[in-house]
C-alpha cells in the first residue's frame, strides 16, 4: 500500500514558539494533501485541504494564520503551528490522496503529538 | 455534517461477528472506511462508491446503501487483531476535492 511519513513523530514546546510538521507521500505523488486534528478518544477533524502549488483551504473556524500549510511539491506539505499555545496539544494527522479523482483513497501518516508546555 | 456512526461500542469474543452502521443526512458520493488503534494512523480499510456496490477484504465487507444514505461495515468471525476504533468517512457528491468527513468512530474489542 501507498506509504506516508510524517516528522515529528512527536514534539515539546513552549508556549509562543512554532512548530513545522512535515508531511510526505513516499511511493505515490499526492496533488491534495488533507490536515487532520484529533483530540483524545475523538474523531478526525477535518483543518485544510492542502493543493500543490496553489494556497490550501481552511475548513470553518480553522485560524489560517495560526496554521500555516505549505504544499511545496507533489510529496511534500508542512503545517506549521505559529505562536503555539497549550490549547493547540494534540495529535495531528496529515493523509495524502492518490490519485487526481476525488473519491480516491487517502492513506494516512502516523501523526505528531504536539505538547505545548 | 458529520456521519453518525453506530454502535459507539461493541465487545466481542473471538470468532463472532458485528455490524458497524455509519448514516449521512446528505447525498454521499463515496464511504471510506479506516481502522485506528491506540496511538497509532488510521489503516485504510477500503472505500465504497456511489452505486450500492459492496466490497470485502478477508473477513471484512462493506456495503453502500445511496439511497438510505447508509453503509454498514461487517466484522464476521472477527480475530483479535480487529481490535481497535472503526471510523467511516464520508465523501460528499457536491464536493470536489474529496474532503471527507468522519464519524464519531466506533470502538471494537476481541477478547479471547
Known amino acids: 500500500g501507498a506509504v506516508v511519513s510524517q516528522h515529528p513523530s512527536w514534539v515539546i514546546c513552549k508556549s509562543g514558539t512554532s512548530v513545522k510538521i512535515e508531511c510526505r507521500s513516499l511511493d505515490f505523488q499526492a496533488t491534495t494533501m488533507f490536515w487532520y486534528r484529533q483530540f483524545p478518544k475523538q474523531s478526525l477533524m477535518l483543518m485544510a485541504t492542502s493543493n500543490e502549488g496553489s494556497k490550501a483551504t481552511y475548513e470553518q473556524g480553522v485560524e489560517k494564520d495560526k496554521f500555516l500549510i505549505n504544499h511545496a511539491s507533489l510529496t511534500l506539505s508542512t503545517l506549521t503551528v505559529t505562536s503555539a499555545h497549550p490549547e493547540d496539544s494534540s495529535f495531528y494527522i496529515c493523509?495524502?490522496?492518490?490519485?487526481?479523482?476525488?473519491?480516491?483513497?487517502?492513506?494516512f501518516g502516523p501523526g505528531t503529538r504536539l505538547t505545548v508546555l | 455534517q458529520q456521519p453518525v456512526q453506530s454502535p459507539q461500542a461493541v465487545i466481542l469474543r473471538e470468532g463472532e461477528d458485528a455490524v458497524i452502521n455509519c448514516s449521512s443526512s446528505?447525498?454521499?458520493?463515496?464511504v471510506h472506511w479506516y481502522r485506528q488503534k491506540h496511538g497509532e494512523a488510521p489503516v485504510f480499510l477500503m472505500i465504497?462508491?456511489?452505486?450500492?456496490e459492496q466490497k470485502g477484504h478477508e473477513k471484512i465487507s462493506a456495503s453502500f446503501n445511496e439511497k438510505k444514505q447508509q453503509s454498514s461495515l461487517y466484522l464476521t468471525a472477527s480475530q483479535l487483531s480487529y481490535s481497535g476504533t472503526y471510523f467511516c468517512g464520508t465523501g460528499l457528491t457536491t464536493d470536489s476535492w474529496g474532503k471527507l468527513q468522519f464519524g464519531a468512530g466506533t470502538q471494537v474489542v476481541v477478547t479471547p
Open positions: 446528505k447525498a454521499l458520493y463515496s
Open positions: 493523509s495524502a490522496r492518490a490519485g487526481s479523482r476525488a473519491y480516491n483513497e487517502q492513506f
Open positions: 465504497l462508491l456511489k452505486g450500492g
